[in-house]
């Protein structure tokens, strides 16, 4: 009998089809991406979601860290580190997909997370442990953690949680996300000149995909478009409703210059407004 096939659809173009095990092949070579599509009998659904795939990789997942891996270009060294116990000093891995990339200090694992380049819903492994652990259940990286560090305002600390380049404002007012297959409606929450924070009621866009998105007028503000890569995505543990409101980052990509200007100014209005207040 021979294997079931399925189309995959990558930035709008569809691949395939292809059995479970060729389109795990086309992750581990780079010719799919974990945030692509696939034709799952009556709708696109992730990769990341993709059951029969989440399967076949669960029976390849990895018990120790790789053989080959990738150095970072740079991580805190360990001796900075503020009241850290023995145990959390060790040497970390991250796995995103198909790739796994280490050895990291764990303060070098902090800044990735704060810097967007690994996210929450990213594997962590720590030598000494049995099993890889997604970030956003780890007790290390938990936000309870994070508030403790910083209350031990080192330099070191200091530079991992450095604010934002661009100063982000709250805001109300409606927003409209195309990933060019579903049209999902949402509340933009936050404004910066460089990016925005959603609530939008769809639970499958990913870190790392591209959207177009719509944002409605508001008090000195006119609407506009934009295109936008999400980097964030607020974790949740158990979300069955695929149109439930989660909360996503997002950075601009693509806006006219015009507007990019207005945001600018209003973002600044913003700003004035709140230090004479």
Request: charge should be positive; hydrophobic fraction near 40%; glycine fraction near 6%.
């Amino acid at each position: 009998m021979s294997a079931k096939l399925h189309p995959v659809s990558r930035n709008g173009e569809t691949l395939g089809p292809w059995s479970v095990e060729q389109i795990a092949e086309q992750l581990a070579s780079g010719g799919v991406a974990i945030t692509d599509f696939v034709w799952d009998s009556a709708e696109w659904v992730p990769l990341m979601e993709f059951a029969e795939l989440k399967a076949h990789l669960q029976s390849k997942r990895p018990k120790a860290p790789p053989q080959t891996v990738v150095e970072p270009t740079a991580t805190p060294p360990i001796a900075t580190a503020p009241a850290m116990k023995p145990e959390d000093a060790l040497i970390w891995y991250v796995s995103r997909g198909p790739q796994k990339f280490g050895r990291f200090h764990y303060f070098g694992v902090l800044k990735a997370l704060q810097g967007k380049s690994v996210c929450e819903f990213d594997y962590v492994w720590k030598e000494g442990t049995e099993n890889w652990v997604r970030l956003a259940e780890h007790e290390l990286f938990s936000q309870e953690k994070v508030r403790e560090l910083l209350a031990d305002a080192t330099p070191t600390l200091a530079a991992i949680f450095a604010k934002r380049q661009h100063e982000r404002f709250k805001i109300q007012t409606e927003v409209l996300v195309n990933d060019n297959m579903t049209m999902s409606p949402g509340q933009l929450v936050e404004i910066g000149a460089g990016g925005a924070g959603l609530i939008v009621k769809n639970a499958k866009l990913m870190p790392g995909q591209l959207v177009n998105i719509h944002i409605a007028s508001t008090d000195g503000l006119p609407a506009f478009n934009a295109i936008g890569e999400i980097v964030s995505k607020k974790f949740e543990r158990a979300v069955r409703n695929t149109r439930a409101p989660i909360q996503y980052g997002i950075r601009y990509v693509k806006v006219d210059r015009v507007v990019e200007q207005r945001v600018k100014d209003y973002c600044q209005s913003l700003r004035s407004a709140r230090q004479t207040a």
